[in-house]
């Protein structure tokens, strides 16, 4: 069993957040798996993204 924790941070808008890529790289840094998207595009794929994590974290 794999016990590595996977993190999906979504912000909103059009220009990422600043600090955002120093927290990404923090929870990278103490071993997760970290995928950083804008949340827009297409509602399907962003609720795949949310059920293949353990954890969203949504930047405003």
Do not use: F, H, K
Not at 11 to 26: I, K, N, R, V, W
């Amino acid at each position: 069993m794999n016990t590595t924790r996977q993190v999906l941070i979504l912000y909103l808008g059009s220009d990422m957040p600043a600090g955002l890529m120093e927290m990404a790289d923090m929870l990278v840094r103490l071993g997760a798996i970290v995928n950083v998207r804008m949340c827009g595009g297409r509602y399907d794929e962003i609720l795949d993204d949310v059920a293949a994590v353990d954890t969203v974290i949504c930047w405003r």
